[in-house]
């Protein structure tokens, strides 16, 4: 499996990203999004003693987790479905790869809104086809051509693709 969190994330965003991530091109300056959405997640802990991100593996990096709750932390709600669909790949990944069930909690506390996401049968064919998908993806010998998306004027490799 080489799908991780992020790739998972950025699949459902842009294609060509994930093809330029999986194969190590590094954009020219950080995503904006990225840094703002960590400064969002360090104000959430504040409040939490346990202000530490378990990364494991380098595949999933879980903001919290309280038994066998995972609570991932946004910024905004506007890229709903990647958002879901990375929990799902933690949660899938903590399943198959550590053998431990857990359910999954999206928080966007600028909105006060919490979703919860289960890793059920449906959703676990869905995340395990998104999976396989990516894994194709990056074996394709060149990166799919840019196309325009919503995400485009923030994204770190925007002078790559449009310029
Ligand atoms: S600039 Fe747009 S097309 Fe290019 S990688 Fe970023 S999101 Fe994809």
Redesign the pocket.
């Known amino acids: 499996m080489v799908a991780n969190g992020t790739l998972v994330w950025y699949y459902h965003?842009?294609?060509?990203?994930v093809w330029?991530m999986g194969h190590g091109i590094e954009p020219e300056h950080e995503n904006p999004l990225m840094a703002e959405g960590r400064s969002i997640t360090s104000l959430f802990f504040r409040r939490y003693e346990e202000n530490k991100e378990i990364n494991l593996d380098n595949r999933i990096k879980i903001d919290l987790m309280r038994g066998n709750v995972i609570v991932e932390v946004k910024k905004s709600s506007k890229f709903l479905k990647a958002a879901k669909m990375q929990l799902l790949f933690y949660l899938y990944y903590l399943k198959h790869e550590k053998g431990v069930e857990a359910k999954g909690v999206l928080s966007f506390p600028e909105e006060r809104r919490r979703v919860e996401v289960v890793l059920d049968a449906e959703s676990e064919r869905e995340i395990s086809s998104v999976i396989k998908a990516i894994e194709n993806l990056i074996n394709l010998p060149s990166p799919p051509p840019?196309?325009?998306?919503r995400?485009?004027r923030r994204?770190?490799?925007?002078e790559?693709?449009?310029s």
Not at 13 to 17: A, D, M, T
Not at 146 to 149: E, F, Q, R
Request: net charge positive; proline share 5%.
């Open positions: 965003i842009c294609k060509r990203q330029l840019p196309v325009k998306v995400y485009c994204c770190a490799y925007r790559m693709c449009w």
